[in-house]
């Protein structure tokens, strides 16, 4: 149950506000939303991602709005993280831990990556040799067999930054019981560390389970380096522009963190970039009478898929970024390949045609784009395809793509080496990829129990747009929406997410043995620790939402279901009770398993605590069609586009020209700056009130 905390007057400042800019870094491209609170009034940019110093494209970006001191908040949706973990491009990390639990991070939970064979393959992010021991140790109960010894966490320290160690991480047996060792190695560690890049699971993850505890601390470490460099990197450039400002990142939960919590807690900015855009597509389909549908971020070097039930957003507990990288922290439920527009396509040894994972980025990027690449990528096969407008191109920096050399690198690569015309072989391109993110659509919603004829599609990213046709008759979904500014929907949801901060502690009691007069003063505890971190992130909030859960299961079972409880705090108290928490317990189990296990006692492992603050709310009808638009002032004539084996001339519209109510049939190409809508034949589109772009069969 949700409690509402008015927010103060003092943060709802009665000046008028100054812009702010959601901004969404890409492999390929980076997206900018602006948006003038004061006017109502908004605009959208598209530059070009630098690689290796994004700063140059996040500035270019800002300044199509005009001067960055002008702008009141920035909020960023970022994947320099998830980069750093899936390269294993972050900082060199060492552990001080437990002795005898050293090799917490290479046993795992027992998974192998392969299951047959002698060896193992997986390589922790932490090096053995940089792993060290201390005698410690506190029971499960919180009790201290042996005392600390904070001189060996010195020495270890000193060893470790002797070895080359950038990073620290402390994680010590039950520390989540009793944190009094950790933090007093942790106080050891910092007299003689020398930065400020460590870290330990008292403060990253005070939660039961030592692997998925050591891992997401050792990932915090592994990531404060590179996180933090590039935040500073960032606010650096900002600060040379004359912005003052707040700087603001979007985590992989949905919700909005400070940078300076984001430098604490780089593990949360995992899935930042794609959380954004299923907020935002949540919140438009929502909007236009869609509660269920399911996201497909399609970028230059990935597609991201999501479910949405009901307009809410399923969060998962924990993630596997990689395979043995796990992450214990609330995130968006997101499935990620590797098929971006920018995924290059080859045949392999065995004669198979496969499209990914490897990506041209935006450097050299597609062949068309004459910037040095030679290999075929999925967005050359649209070009060659005839679905991508060639004189046109998106992003403004590029005059006119390079159709021909496209076509030489398709027949040269695929082509050729299949036997195969240049357009069969551009065709053949597309349905591979199609045929993945079909795939990635039935892993999260047949495979779930749900049925995809009653979900609607919900494309974006810079080529979404072009495979809306696939989705619908590959899968079975019932229909398409494309938003307004399919291109930009990730930034427009860094504008528009709440700003959260989640917190958890282990209870590790049974129902019986609980007091639920101490858990009462932890959860008031707990609240006013999460809403003093939303209260310091400083953007202006309508309310400040707390939300309690317990991790529940019956003794004897290991797999835990999530409790909400209906619990208020007014006065200084929750009001909870045994009663309260077994019906919760009860309703929470019977939906999950359609079962009640009477007689067997009830275990309380974790209380977690969020405080979300709602942001004002964000008028989408903005985004509609300016009155007066007609359909044959959107028209833009005909081209021939490849659909099956064959072409077909299909009608051009400028898309943001066309007025609510319009009507398109298939074939036909919907353009703008940002994107480009295909419609198959046998499909048709139609625009609603939101200037959404609804495709469905004819």
Same mark, same amino acid.
């Given at each position: 149950?949700?409690?509402?905390v008015?927010?103060?007057?003092?943060?709802?400042?009665?000046?008028?506000?100054a812009?702010?800019?959601?901004?969404?870094?890409?492999?390929?491209?980076?997206?900018?939303?602006?948006?003038?609170?004061?006017?109502?009034?908004?605009?959208?940019?598209?530059?070009?991602?630098?690689?290796?110093?994004?700063?140059?494209?996040?500035?270019?970006?800002?300044?199509?709005? $005009?001067?960055?001191?002008?702008?009141?908040?920035?909020?960023?949706?970022?994947?320099?993280?998830?980069?750093?973990?899936?390269?294993?491009?972050?900082a060199?990390?060492?552990?001080?831990?437990?002795r005898?639990?050293?090799?917490?991070?290479?046993?795992?939970?027992?998974d192998?990556?392969?299951?047959?064979?002698?060896?193992?393959?997986?390589?922790?992010?932490?090096?053995?040799?940089?792993?060290?021991?201390?005698?410690?140790r506190?029971?499960?109960?919180?009790?201290?067999?042996?005392?600390?010894?904070?001189?060996?966490?010195?020495a270890?320290?000193?060893? @470790?930054?002797?070895m /080359?160690?950038?990073?620290?991480?402390?994680?010590?047996?039950?520390?989540?019981?009793?944190?009094a060792?950790e933090?007093?190695?942790?106080?050891?560690?910092?007299?003689?560390?020398?930065?400020?890049?460590l870290?330990?699971s008292?403060?990253?993850?005070?939660?039961?389970?030592?692997?998925?505890?050591?891992?997401?601390?050792?990932?915090?470490?592994?990531?404060?380096?590179?996180?933090g460099?590039?935040?500073?990197?960032?606010?650096?450039?900002?600060?040379?522009?004359?912005?003052?400002?707040?700087?603001?990142?979007?985590?992989?939960?949905?919700?909005?963190?400070?940078?300076?919590?984001?430098?604490?807690?780089?593990?949360?900015?995992?899935?930042?970039?794609?959380?954004?855009?299923?907020?935002?597509?949540?919140?438009?389909?929502? @909007?236009?009478?869609?509660?269920?549908?399911?996201?497909?971020?399609?970028?230059?070097?990935?597609?991201?898929?999501?479910?949405?039930?009901?307009?809410?957003?399923?969060?998962?507990?924990?993630?596997?970024?990689?395979?043995?990288?796990?992450?214990?922290?609330?995130?968006?439920?997101?499935?990620?390949?590797?098929?971006?527009?920018g995924?290059?396509?080859?045949?392999?040894?065995?004669?198979?045609?496969?499209?990914?994972p490897?990506?041209?980025?935006?450097?050299?990027?597609?062949?068309?784009?004459?910037?040095?690449n030679?290999?075929?990528?999925?967005?050359?096969?649209?070009?060659?395809?005839?679905?991508?407008?060639?004189?046109?191109?998106?992003?403004?920096?590029?005059?006119?793509?390079?159709?021909?050399?496209?076509?030489?690198?398709?027949?040269?690569?695929?082509?050729?080496?299949?036997?195969?015309?240049?357009?069969?072989?551009a065709e053949?391109?597309?349905?591979?990829?199609?045929?993945?993110?079909?795939?990635?659509?039935?892993?999260?919603?047949?495979?779930?129990?749900?049925?995809?004829?009653?979900?609607?599609a919900?494309?974006?990213?810079?080529?979404?747009a072009?495979?809306?046709?696939?989705?619908?008759?590959?899968?079975?979904?019932?229909?398409?929406?494309?938003?307004?500014?399919?291109?930009?929907?990730?930034?427009?949801?860094?504008?528009?997410?709440?700003?959260?901060?989640?917190?958890?502690?282990?209870v590790?009691?049974?129902?019986?043995?609980?007091?639920?007069?101490?858990?009462?003063?932890?959860?008031?505890?707990?609240?006013?620790?999460?809403?003093?971190?939303?209260?310091?992130?400083?953007?202006?909030?309508?309310?400040?939402?707390?939300?309690?859960?317990?991790?529940?299961?019956?003794?004897?079972?290991?797999?835990?279901?999530?409790?909400?409880?209906?619990?208020?705090?007014?006065?200084?108290?929750?009001?909870?009770?045994?009663?309260?928490?077994?019906?919760?317990?009860n309703?929470?189990?019977?939906?999950?398993?359609?079962?009640?296990?009477?007689?067997?006692?009830?275990?309380?492992?974790?209380?977690?605590?969020?405080?979300?603050?709602?942001?004002?709310?964000?008028?989408?009808?903005?985004?509609?069609?300016?009155?007066?638009?007609?359909?044959?002032? @959107?028209?833009?004539?005909?081209?021939?586009?490849?659909?099956?084996?064959a072409?077909?001339?299909?009608?051009?519209?400028?898309?943001?020209?066309?007025?609510? $109510?319009?009507?398109?049939?298939g074939?036909?190409v919907?353009?703008?700056?940002?994107?480009?809508?295909?419609?198959?034949? $046998?499909?048709?589109?139609?625009?609603?009130?939101? /200037?959404?772009?609804?495709?469905?069969?004819?």
């Amino acid at each position: 149950m949700n409690t509402h905390v008015p927010t103060p007057a003092a943060a709802r400042p009665d000046a008028k506000p100054a812009p702010m800019v959601g901004v969404d870094v890409g492999g390929t491209f980076t997206d900018l939303f602006f948006f003038d609170a004061a006017t109502g009034q908004f605009r959208t940019a598209k530059v070009p991602s630098n690689r290796g110093d994004e700063a140059v494209g996040f500035l270019e970006g800002l300044k199509t709005f $005009g001067p960055v001191a002008q702008l009141g908040s920035i909020v960023h949706g970022t994947t320099v993280g998830t980069n750093a973990l899936l390269e294993r491009k972050g900082a060199r990390t060492a552990l001080i831990t437990t002795r005898g639990f050293r090799d917490v991070l290479e046993m795992r939970r027992r998974d192998r990556l392969h299951t047959w064979g002698l060896w193992g393959d997986f390589v922790p992010v932490i090096d053995r040799e940089l792993r060290f021991e201390v005698d410690e140790r506190i029971l499960a109960d919180g009790s201290v067999r042996q005392g600390l010894d904070v001189e060996q966490v010195r020495a270890a320290a000193r060893q @470790a930054l002797a070895m /080359g160690a950038q990073a620290l991480a402390i994680v010590f047996i039950n520390a989540y019981a009793n944190p009094a060792h950790e933090l007093a190695a942790y106080a050891a560690a910092r007299e003689v560390w020398p930065n400020d890049d460590l870290a330990c699971s008292a403060q990253i993850l005070p939660e039961i389970r030592e692997f998925e505890r050591t891992s997401t601390t050792a990932l915090n470490a592994y990531l404060q380096p590179v996180v933090g460099s590039y935040l500073a990197k960032l606010d650096g450039a900002l600060h040379s522009e004359g912005f003052t400002g707040r700087f603001h990142i979007v985590q992989s939960s949905g919700g909005v963190m400070s940078t300076a919590t984001a430098r604490k807690l780089p593990v949360r900015t995992a899935l930042s970039g794609p959380a954004a855009g299923v907020i935002a597509a949540a919140a438009i389909a929502e @909007a236009a009478g869609f509660p269920d549908i399911i996201t497909g971020d399609l970028g230059g070097t990935s597609f991201d898929v999501s479910l949405v039930v009901g307009g809410k957003t399923a969060l998962a507990a924990q993630t596997t970024i990689d395979f043995g990288l796990v992450i214990r922290t609330p995130m968006i439920e997101i499935t990620t390949i590797g098929a971006g527009g920018g995924s290059i396509a080859h045949v392999d040894a065995g004669g198979m045609l496969q499209v990914g994972p490897e990506s041209a980025g935006s450097r050299p990027g597609p062949v068309a784009y004459g910037q040095g690449n030679t290999r075929p990528t999925l967005t050359d096969a649209n070009i060659v395809l005839g679905r991508i407008n060639a004189e046109r191109p998106i992003g403004g920096k590029l005059a006119r793509l390079d159709v021909e050399a496209a076509k030489a690198a398709i027949a040269t690569h695929v082509a050729e080496p299949l036997g195969l015309g240049v357009m069969e072989a551009a065709e053949a391109i597309v349905r591979i990829a199609d045929g993945r993110m079909a795939g990635a659509i039935r892993l999260v919603s047949i495979e779930r129990g749900h049925d995809p004829a009653t979900f609607v599609a919900v494309p974006f990213g810079g080529g979404g747009a072009l495979h809306v046709g696939a989705l619908i008759t590959d899968v079975g979904l019932k229909a398409a929406l494309v938003p307004r500014y399919p291109g930009v929907t990730s930034a427009l949801g860094c504008v528009i997410a709440d700003i959260r901060h989640d917190q958890v502690q282990t209870v590790n009691l049974t129902l019986d043995a609980l007091d639920p007069v101490v858990l009462d003063r932890r959860m008031v505890a707990e609240a006013e620790a999460a809403r003093a971190v939303v209260d310091a992130a400083g953007l202006p909030v309508d309310l400040v939402e707390l939300v309690f859960e317990l991790d529940m299961h019956y003794v004897g079972q290991t797999h835990t279901v999530s409790v909400p409880l209906p619990v208020n705090v007014e006065n200084g108290t929750t009001g909870i009770d045994c009663a309260t928490i077994a019906a919760a317990f009860n309703r929470a189990y019977q939906t999950s398993f359609s079962r009640l296990l009477p007689g067997v006692p009830a275990k309380i492992v974790n209380l977690r605590t969020a405080a979300i603050g709602r942001r004002p709310h964000f008028d989408l009808r903005a985004l509609a069609p300016a009155a007066g638009a007609t359909v044959d002032g @959107a028209k833009r004539g005909t081209r021939p586009v490849w659909f099956a084996g064959a072409w077909h001339e299909a009608a051009i519209y400028a898309r943001l020209d066309l007025p609510t $109510g319009a009507v398109i049939p298939g074939p036909a190409v919907l353009e703008q700056p940002d994107a480009t809508t295909l419609v198959d034949p $046998g499909l048709v589109a139609r625009v609603d009130a939101f /200037g959404n772009v609804i495709v469905e069969r004819a």
